[in-house]
């Protein structure tokens, strides 16, 4: 990559960037991975980029050389303000370092939707976003794809399939409005320092509409209520959802004695529209 920028580990020394735990920060100090991220979450030149936590600038200077058009990049830590001013010298004009917490900070009208969406961020704030991303009362959404770094086991859970044992709510709301794959997996040594799990990234293309219709607010409740306790039959995990639950449940194909983890999105999907 000959974007002109020193490599990592000095932007990291000169600028004092000493990870911080409290901020999740891990960073990914190798170009060659980063330019694999960037170039996973598909053609760059034609939609605007909004990063979360950029840090140091890995993922950022990635996705600029992998041709992003404007990447609009949310830190949190201030600390990371001036490499990421010198990342925005070398691409005049393509980088946008706002300034605060991904989780209350409106990015709206800096960037033109449909947008891609690339993160390597602390897991709880990802799955926090991730939630939000996939539960908005329109759709589509802001954004048409995500890519994703997690820990490997919540990836598994986004991608899951009914019957196994990382099926659970994040399963239903990112299949429901999205294709999500699991891109591929990212050994704890990659990152600086490293992190106690293995990492994985994870790509989910927005669905033009849900794949089986449903309002979003009851299917996050069944959903949220039958897996909040999967391991108990759902006429008594969703007793609180209807008075009439066991009809409801025979209607959309459930059996009343079923477990939320054997219940297809499709036959969630139903139980919602009868509700
Ligand atoms: N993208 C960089 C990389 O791949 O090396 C840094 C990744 S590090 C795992 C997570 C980054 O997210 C850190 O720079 C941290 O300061 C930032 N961060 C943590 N919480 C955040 C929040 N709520 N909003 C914005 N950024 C946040």
């Known amino acids: 990559m000959s ?6 580990r000095e932007v990291i020394a000169s600028h004092g960037l000493s990870a911080r735990k409290s901020l999740g920060q891990n960073f990914l100090l190798d170009l060659n991975l980063t330019g694999r991220i960037a170039r996973r979450a598909g053609d760059l030149s034609a939609r605007d980029v909004l990063e979360i936590g950029p840090g140091p600038g890995g993922l950022t200077r990635a996705l600029l050389a992998e041709g992003a058009r404007k990447v609009v990049a949310v830190e949190r830590d201030e600390r990371c303000l001036p490499a990421l001013a010198e990342v925005s010298n ?5 980088l946008e370092v706002l300034s605060g917490d991904a989780l209350t900070l409106d990015t ?3 960037l033109t939707a449909p947008v891609r969406v690339v993160a390597n ?21 802001f954004w048409s794809s995500l890519t994703l770094m997690f820990q490997k086991e919540v990836a598994e859970r986004i991608v899951a399939a009914p019957g196994s044992k990382a099926y659970g709510r994040l399963s239903i709301l990112a299949q429901w409005r999205s294709d999500a794959k699991l891109a591929f997996e990212i050994s ?4 600086t320092p490293p992190p106690k799990v293995t990492s994985a990234v994870v ?5 033009s509409a849900p794949r089986f219709p449903a309002d979003q607010k009851t299917l996050s409740d069944i959903v949220a209520k039958a ?3 999967r391991r108990k039959m759902l006429r008594s995990s969703l007793r609180s959802v209807s008075a009439d639950i066991e009809d409801k449940l025979l209607i959309a194909g459930i059996q009343p004695t079923d477990r939320a983890e054997t219940v297809s999105l499709e036959q969630f999907c139903a139980l919602a529209r009868l509700l």
């Not at 704890?188 to 990152?191: C, E, G, N, P, V």
């Not at 790509?203 to 669905?207: R, S």
């Open 3 to 8: 974007d002109g920028l020193p490599p990592l």
């Open 90 to 94: 070398a691409y005049p004009g393509r």
């Open 108 to 110: 709206t009208r800096h």
């Open 121 to 141: 961020l602390p897991y709880n704030v990802g799955t926090e976003l991730l939630v939000r991303w996939l539960t908005p009362a329109e759709w589509p959404p």
């Open 188 to 191: 704890s040594k990659a990152f």
């Open 203 to 207: 790509h989910l293309d927005a669905l």
């Open 227 to 229: 897996f909040n306790q």
